[in-house]
């Protein structure tokens, strides 16, 4: 094996939430007087965390981002996760043969919130390969683009970054494995891999099913 672990990230790489996720916050910052397109949503706000996005939301808004507002957009979050939500195809076969391999030196470092990370591993199956090696970038100094969801990943396995792959799908988590010092395996079903290449992925692969060989 390549690699001592394999630390992945949560949205677009596990689960397909994504999509769900922007179409709840546009139709909140829409209530709010700020109008946008799914995919201008999915432009400014992919792999970035909504609280991060402060000063742009305040200034097209008109309105403070305040408390109140975030805890409504994430239960309106949580609830579309919870009718909709589906795991990245291909997914579980992945991480269980990763999970096994490995000896469960496997994790999941993603920017989000705890709770909706493990809402949605628990929605789709995969939280018993994670238990107790789940990491979110709000329990970090910084969230990503930094390394320090990763580097806490990496620590807790007891495995030199250098020696961790990464599994990502947005420049910003990319940026981050990159700067922890981790290879980076990239994701993209569809698209221009391009920008993904430039942010430092070592690899862009299109199927989950692909992964463990890539890795071997």
Known sequence: MRFDAVLFDCD?????SEPIVHRVLRDMLEERGWRLSEHECHQIFLGRRVVDEREQIERETGQPLTPEWLAAFQARRNAAL??????????HA?????HTRLDARIACASGADRNKVELQLRKVGLIDYFDG??????ETPRSKPHPDVYLAAA??????PRRC????DTTTGIAAGV???????????EGDAQALRVAGAHTVFADMAHLPALLA
Do not use: K, M
């Open 12 to 16: 677009g790489v596990l689960v397909d």
């Open 82 to 91: 919870n009718r909709q939500l589906l795991a990245v195809p291909n997914i």
């Open 94 to 98: 992945a991480v269980h043969a990763l």
């Open 133 to 138: 090696r789940i990491f979110s970038g709000h």
């Open 155 to 160: 620590h807790a396995l007891g495995v030199d």
């Open 165 to 168: 792959a990464v599994v990502e």
């Open 179 to 189: 700067a922890a010092g981790a290879t980076v395996f990239a994701y993209l079903p």
